[in-house]
């Protein structure tokens, strides 16, 4: 365990000269006994009391302009600390800080509707069924090979070849499930504006026209193009056709009927699947999720950003206090040599004048002998308060900004000790 280190003004060689320092007093003031000088007449103080108070005024002024140096020195690490958050780190965090605070008012709102739009699912998945994501691409796929294969054979009664019927049939087959995959997204919203109706009414009309147009081309195609039976060639394989004439199994009304009720039940069908798969609420939450997801991102990089300027900062802050402290024990080194300078000169005066009555063995007191050293105390120590640097008020703006940013401007107990300052110059 360190032991705390005591004052100690000087060495051997310093205590050495203050005690030859006393002798010379003491000879000079057996000197002047022994001449009778002062005698009682005499108003002013002896020579010998000018000369000591002349050293002691000198000796003052030497340790306040050692202390003067040092400080200055403290000082311009001091300031030098401040102006570099001021002017490198305060822009950084005004600027993060600024970011910091859109981020997370943004994230907040989101999270908030994320939580509610969470329950409102939860709520609305008791009372509505819905379709997963597997089910919902594996159905849709079905509907829509066999609805290639349904429609296929009618366009051939534009005589194109087989590439281009087959394009014909799978666009205009896609192109039917993704109204009804349309129709199905806005039947489940909630709430339906003029212009989703609007889109619901064309695409029923166009889609049921589409289905009644195919189950007519069909029977045209079946009438004309094999009005014997025969075969046609679909997809590399030849298909064959039922004789055709009067003895149509189905008839003229109903064979176009059944066909095209048969488009009906898959554009139905693909529209209750799109119904049931594309939940509003769920919809919502996966949206306001991928809003979140970035954000996040965003408000951690600016954090940590933030923060590492916040802790250079508050290095710069603690090495500013430490400064400080070490300033304040380098004042009060000095305040307690200065006071020990002033006693020691009190006391070689009064050595002086003891051996000067010892000598001339006078038994009365004389008046000048009985004088104490006006020795002048140089500024800052007259008050005894430590003086503050040129640049405190820096530190205290600084403090101000850290304390808004909620962070300990406390350092507590310093890990680094202040230079060791007792001695003093010599």
Known sequence: MKSRARFNPGGILTQAWERLQVMVVRSHGRRDGRRGYPNA????????????????????NSLAAAYALAAGVLGADYCARGHEIIERFKPGLDACGVVLSILQSRLARLETDLEQA???MADAAIERWRVGGRVFKATI???V??????????FRVFGDNQLLTMITSIGLTAGLIFGAHVLGIL??????????????????????LACVLFGILREHYLKVAAPAGGSVQFMGQQIA?????SAHPLG??????????????VFVAATVLSYLHHDPHSARVERLSQQIRPLRWRERLARWKFNWLLKRATQAYLEMTRLDVAHRALFAAYLRWINREQQRYQADWKSYASSNRRVRRVSEALPVLELSLALEVPEPFKTGAVPAFECDAVRIHIEQMLRARHLPTDPGPSTTPAPSLERGPA
Request: hydrophobic share 40%; no cysteine; proline share 6%.
């Open 187 to 208: 039947y489940a919203q909630d709430e339906v504006t003029l212009r989703d109706r609007a889109f619901i009414y064309t695409i029923t009309v166009t889609s049921t």
């Open 118 to 120: 969470t329950r409102t």
């Open 141 to 143: 796929l079905m509907l």
């Open 41 to 60: 007449a005499d108003t002013q103080p002896p020579a010998e009391y000018h000369r000591i108070e002349r050293g002691g005024n000198a000796r003052l």
């Open 145 to 154: 090979t066999s609805d290639i294969v349904l429609n296929s054979v009618v």
């Open 252 to 265: 003229p009304v109903l064979g176009p009927l059944v066909f095209t009720l048969a488009n009906g039940i």
């Open 241 to 245: 056709l039922p004789h055709i004439g």
